[in-house]
């Protein structure tokens, strides 16, 4: 089977998963030659021009869940919900029941709410694109053009891949397509995200004699798994949705993880729809009883019902979402999930690294010392062929070391020397080792690494003017030389070799033993001048900032202390081991600094704070951050991290920055504030108009409205709420983090929500007291139409402030003018050409002096509970 009959299959969605799985494991059965020119390439790579070629007829390397599709595709996404359908189907009964007006209003209630929340998302995600091009994930893919240049490998965006390139892989960078390895070092592949199996496993080059399943095969690797450790080269066989991971994709695509914010939205929908639900119901039986006229008291409830449905609520979730994205990406912050905005503002604990985030990230190396302290120019040159002949990832140590040009020109490692093999760097061993030969035929095997693992794997030192065994005396020499560079802020590296048999071509782990110790290279990563104020706004904001690092503890507080993070007890990686779950959410709530951490020891952190119910972020960008990001609540990353780590987060900063995230605490809690207005307004005026719409149906010989009168009070009053987004919040509502709480909502509802009864039923005795309306239907209806508006209207400024509103809290300018807009045409209906069509009659002079003291105070009224609530809820820590 060749590639272009693989893909013709693949075409024909019947056969797609048997075509995949065929090609898969003929691949894994072939000799790399013969795989070769089954994909008419070669070793030396496609040119340009060859793969240009092909990305026309395979498409470009991307999966269905990096696409949104087009603005159709997208205003679809936004009509096609839940909360929509039940709108639509009651526009869709009003209209067989004859009633058109009521099914237009209801129709054109959706369309507001999707038109407003499709065209905010459109342009938050239009500016998020526009710096995801920034950040893009590349491969390091071989063009003969490239010449002999790093072997020919170029760096090129993942989607640019096509069947039968050589690509390069090492340490941290993601699996870009579906590939049969060539040639493999000690590499180690983590496939959770294809097999749920969270250990690595190790994967070989050599062909396979009869393999049965593709993900059970030693010599493929698939797109979305990443390489922990080791290296490789590798030919791509599948691309894109064509992939093995392309049907999970396609799945993602359809449906998005549910988070937290996520339920609550949904459990706050639930409350209101379940209202509804015994509100339509009880209106329907008691008007068709008590006036006998089912029909009208039919569309009568389904008005009632739309009334009573938080139909507006996607729009404001999304608006003040992409709003939110908006604001941070002018920060330069790419926001790949909206939903993290909220979370973001939520995060009550940061977990970081201190590399890059605390400090420079410019390491500086500044000494090369022998085990006495003396300055060692091997030690030096021995660390730069170990950092020049390394393939795995080079980190800010190994370009620290290579920025010393007079060792290249020394050494000149390119035709002096050449490269035997390779034992990768991993998190248990703490070390890397090259094996090299000189020109003059001898070989040595170049081991560096942390300190104390260095020294397990020594038996002799080599010092400036001295060489001998390593005894329990040197080691404690060792040790206190590395912790008072260490106390100065340095990270220490130690540096080893052994000569190597000259017949020897594999190396493994096991051979890194009986090195002789050379000494020490250190390192100086400077702190951050912006460090101790972004760490003190964060403090003062009520966010927890948690070092979580892979380094010693000395160098941790060193920096800690540089920055003015107090630190009172270091917990170690070791002692983690020693602890269950429970135990570590109690230290992790306690401690500030975690140190000398394996990559599973940080995640396990994260899942401890969350386990204490704590909302926690965690800032990396390296491949030992990768499990801590996916643990998270919200995952951040930088535009410099490497593949797996970018591809976890739900924010990539492009300047890595604590300022920077300081600023989207501030935006995520607007976000939260803004929805907050609108979710408490709808449930407590929903709650008072239960007991309103319920009282006038059974006291009432007519319609309290008419139902095209309640579907248009429900239209203005949506129009009046869509500029809750632009709402201007206040510093207190800012001031830390907030979580949702319907428990809280639900006593707010409670406390407030009767209030606008009160005033509803003053109303009713006013229209038939005063104005005897009991014989008058569209007197009544038109006086409780205009009330009810005005007063619903004008609650969100009572609602969206814990201060005196107007006069201690004002609202956005936005938001003024839509109230003002919805009470003028709600005033004015009575008198404009549109009062015959929905029923209404002109207001006698006198009603409107009333009304406007009923309006006043209700106001009074409502901030007077709202402010005892309010204090209620801080007397018991629950705000």
Excluded at 302 to 323: F, H, R, Y
Excluded at 599 to 608: D, E, F, G, L, S
Excluded at 851 to 869: D, N, R, S
Aim: charged share 20%; with cysteine.
């Amino acid at each position: 089977m060749t590639v272009d009959a693989t893909y013709a299959k693949i075409s024909e969605d019947a056969a797609q998963d048997a075509a995949v799985r065929d090609w898969l494991l003929a691949a894994a059965q072939r000799e790399p030659a013969e795989l070769l020119r089954d994909l008419d390439a070669s070793a030396a790579g496609l040119t340009r021009a060859q793969a240009a070629q092909r990305r026309k007829i395979y498409g470009p390397n991307r999966l269905a869940r990096d696409a949104r599709g087009g603005a159709l595709r997208e205003f679809a996404r936004h009509l096609l919900t839940p909360l929509n359908g039940l709108l639509l189907g009651l526009s869709a009964l009003s209209f067989m029941l004859g009633d058109q007006r009521a099914a237009g209003v209801i129709t054109t209630i959706v369309l507001l709410s999707v038109l407003l929340a499709f065209v905010q998302e459109h342009r938050s995600h239009a500016a998020a694109e526009k710096l995801r091009a920034m950040v893009r994930i590349h491969a390091s893919v071989r063009r003969p053009e490239a010449g002999e240049v790093d072997d020919g490998f170029v760096e090129t965006g993942i989607e640019e891949l096509v069947p039968g390139d050589i690509i390069r892989l090492s340490a941290g960078d993601m699996i870009p397509a579906d590939v049969r390895l060539i040639e493999a070092k000690d590499l180690f592949v983590n496939e959770s995200t294809l097999t749920g199996e969270s250990l690595p496993v190790e994967k070989f080059a050599h062909a396979l004699d009869a393999p049965t399943e593709p993900l059970a095969v030693s010599n493929l690797a698939f797109m979305g798994a990443n390489v922990v450790s080791g290296y490789a080269w590798a030919v791509v066989v599948l691309t894109g949705g064509q992939t093995f991971f392309g049907a999970i994709a396609r799945q993602l695509a359809e449906r998005d993880e549910e988070t937290a914010f996520d339920e609550s939205i949904k459990k706050f929908s639930v409350l209101m729809i379940r209202f509804m639900l015994v509100m339509a119901p009880a209106v329907f039986l008691i008007n068709g009883y008590l006036k006998g006229d089912w029909y009208t008291a039919l569309l009568f409830a389904i008005s009632v019902a739309v009334g009573l449905t938080p139909e507006m609520l996607p729009m404001i979730v999304t608006v003040n979402l992409a709003k939110g994205a908006l604001a941070i990406s002018r920060e330069k912050v790419i926001v790949k999930r909206l939903a993290a905005i909220q979370n973001f503002g939520a995060m009550d604990v940061l977990c970081t690294d201190k590399t890059g985030t605390l400090t420079q990230d410019h390491i500086i190396l500044k000494r090369h010392l022998d085990i006495f302290g003396n300055n060692s120019t091997p030690v030096l040159e021995f660390a730069y062929l170990n950092s020049h002949f390394q393939s795995g990832l080079r980190n800010l140590l190994d370009i620290a070391v290579l920025e010393h040009a007079e060792i290249e020109e020394r050494l000149r490692p390119q035709h002096s020397f050449r490269k035997i093999d390779e034992i990768p760097f991993d998190f248990e061993r703490r070390r890397l080792s090259v094996v090299v030969e000189r020109d003059d035929g001898r070989r040595f095997l170049i081991c560096k690494g942390a300190v104390e693992e260095m020294f397990a794997a020594s038996t002799r030192y080599e010092a400036v003017d001295a060489q001998g065994l390593l005894d329990p005396a040197h080691f404690e020499t060792a040790m206190r030389e590395t912790e008072a560079l260490n106390a100065d802020g340095f990270r220490v590296i130690a540096v080893a070799y052994r000569e190597a048999p000259a017949d020897q071509q594999v190396f493994s782990a096991a051979d890194e033993r009986d090195l002789t110790l050379l000494g020490y290279i250190a390192f100086l990563d400077p702190p951050k001048d912006s460090a101790a104020r972004a760490l003190s706004d964060l403090a003062a904001g009520g966010v927890s900032v948690k070092i979580l690092t892979g380094d010693n503890e000395i160098i941790t507080r060193k920096i800690c202390r540089d920055v003015g993070l107090a630190v009172d007890e270091v917990l170690l990686g070791a002692d983690i081991d020693q602890l269950d779950d429970d135990e570590l959410a109690d230290f992790a709530g306690a401690v500030t600094v975690f140190a000398k951490l394996t990559p599973a020891q940080k995640a396990r952190v994260v899942a401890a704070l969350r386990a204490r119910g704590h909302v926690v972020g965690y800032l990396g960008d390296g491949v030992n951050d990768a499990p801590a990001l996916k643990a998270a609540d919200v995952g951040i990353s930088v535009d410099g991290a490497v593949d797996i780590a970018r591809e976890s987060a739900d924010l990539i900063l492009l300047e890595k920055s604590l300022a920077v995230l300081n600023d989207g605490v501030i935006e995520g809690r607007k976000v939260f504030a803004n929805i907050l207005k609108y979710v408490r307004m709808g449930a407590s005026s929903n709650f008072g108009n239960m007991f309103s719409v319920l009282g006038a149906s059974i006291l009432l010989p007519f319609l309290p409205m008419t139902p095209i009168q309640i579907l248009a009070n429900s239209l203005l009053y949506d129009f009046s709420q869509t500029a809750i987004p632009t709402d201007n919040v206040d510093p207190e509502m800012l001031a830390r983090p907030r979580k949702w709480d319907i428990g809280g909502i639900a006593k707010f509802m409670l406390f407030v929500g009767p209030v606008s009864s009160v005033f509803d039923y003053a109303t009713f005795i006013l229209m038939l007291g005063v104005y005897d309306a009991w014989d008058k239907p569209a007197l009544f209806q038109t006086g409780w139409f205009v009330e009810s508006l005005l007063t619903q209207t004008m609650i969100i400024h009572i609602i969206r402030t814990n201060r005196i509103p107007f006069f201690q809290s004002r609202a956005s300018g936005a938001l003024m003018a839509m109230t003002l807009i919805v009470c003028a045409i709600g005033a004015a209906l009575p008198y404009s050409p549109l009062a015959s069509l929905l029923g209404f009659t002109p207001l006698p002079t006198s009603y409107w002096p009333v009304i406007g003291g009923f309006i006043v105070a209700y106001a009074c009224l409502a901030h007077l509970v709202k402010t005892a609530f309010v204090a209620r809820e801080e007397e018991n820590g629950e705000t």
